[in-house]
């Protein structure tokens, strides 16, 4: 038997199988939902889309306007950072126990803590907090900390399990206290992780931060659904583009930031 037959991979039958359900569950999911692509494609459903795409167009430039939509992007930019900031503060302090740090017991408790946090949507936390705090974008920033704290406390705390613990123990052994084996032995192999989580989440409640505005989180989503329930759709549009702008320019700063962590510039 030749080389090339003998160095052949085994078939994975597992994959095959798993692929093979897989497109067996996306077919049934389609027939099941029933939907009608012909009533969807035809001359009337067209013509009435782009009646309503045109009606966006031309945007509201007034000064006026564009000033209060600077003011919503603001506000959408505010409740993000600060529920990032305060989840990135929450995630770091539930991380230590929930890395095992403080017993089986502990860690086991504060799992849990974290998979409820990050288990509840933004939307849920967003309603309750709008009860609580009224409706405004401090009650967006807490929705997006609670579930925020989840996500990035369950990030950490596995960066801090994977992480070797050798520096620590020879800090701790050399008689150094607890925090500041920790602070010299172990934040230093994690801290950049840590920071690119955060950046990464920070994208993705910019984004959040805007549809939270939808039940009262205050922002660029609040302006979005006040004009579109009135059928003001050339303000929507406005307020459309400076969503996209601001969710770009998030985008290019963190990504720019998460390269300047990274191991060429380390």
């Not at 459903?45 to 003011?71: C, H, N, V, Y």
């Not at 990050?118 to 920033?141: C, D, H, K, T, Y």
């Not at 920070?202 to 959040?208: D, G, K």
Request: proline residues 5%; hydrophobic residues 55%.
């Amino acid at each position: 038997m030749s080389a090339s037959f003998a160095a052949a991979p085994p078939r994975c039958l597992r994959c095959w199988a798993t692929a093979l359900a897989i497109v067996i569950a996306a077919a049934a999911s389609f027939a099941w939902l029933a939907i009608d692509y012909g009533a969807l494609f035809t001359g009337e459903s067209l013509s009435l889309m782009g009646r309503f795409i045109a009606e966006f167009f031309p945007p509201d430039l007034s000064a006026a306007f564009l000033q209060k939509t600077a003011w919503g992007a603001l506000q959408t930019l505010a409740v993000s950072a600060l529920g990032t900031l305060l989840a990135a503060a929450g995630g770091a302090l539930l991380a230590l126990p929930a890395s095992g740090r403080s017993g089986a017991w502990v860690q086991g408790a504060t799992r849990f803590v974290l998979n409820f946090l990050r288990s509840v949507p933004e939307l849920v936390w967003a309603a309750l907090m709008v009860l609580a705090a009224g409706i405004g974008p401090f009650a967006g920033a807490l929705a997006l900390a609670l579930h925020t704290t989840g996500v990035l406390g369950r990030l950490f705390a596995e960066s801090l399990e994977n992480a070797p613990r050798a520096p620590e123990r020879a800090l701790a052994q050399s008689g150094s206290g607890a925090v500041a084996a920790f602070a010299y032995g172990s934040l230093p192999l994690v801290l950049p992780q840590w920071v690119a989580y955060t950046l990464y989440r920070w994208e993705m409640n910019i984004r959040m931060a805007t549809v939270l505005g939808f039940v009262g989180g205050g922002g660029l989503g609040q302006l979005l659904y006040f004009h579109l329930s009135i059928f003001q759709q050339p303000q929507a549009m406005t307020v459309l583009a400076a969503m996209f702008g601001l969710v770009a320019l998030v985008d290019m700063a963190s990504a720019r930031l998460r390269r300047d962590l990274g191991p060429a510039h380390a």
